[in-house]
């Protein structure tokens, strides 16, 4: 089955995470699903798979989203204090 990004409903995380594996391995430089995945994983509050998947799509189009994704990311991490979420 030949899956499209637009097929995607971004609301339902897990379907959509399953669904954006498969498309990416059908598409591995398209840079737009790696941005959406990571907008899901971070959704999801996987930070570290959100960011990953950030730089890839960097990595593939220096024109990406993922570049202010990446800043704002990075400002939530520097912003949360872990020591008063882990006492």
Do not use: C, H, W
Not at 49 to 65: M, P, V
């Amino acid at each position: 089955m030949k899956i499209k990004l637009t097929d995607i409903n971004v609301a339902d995380y897990e379907n959509s995470l399953a669904l954006l594996n498969e498309y990416i391995v059908q598409n591995p430089s398209d840079d737009s699903a790696y941005y959406l995945r990571g907008n899901i994983y971070r959704k999801m509050n996987l930070f570290g798979d959100a960011l990953n998947d950030y730089r890839k799509a960097l990595e593939l189009n220096s024109q990406s989203r993922a570049a202010v994704a990446i800043e704002i990311l990075n400002e939530i991490l520097e912003f949360r204090n872990t020591d008063l979420l882990n006492p």
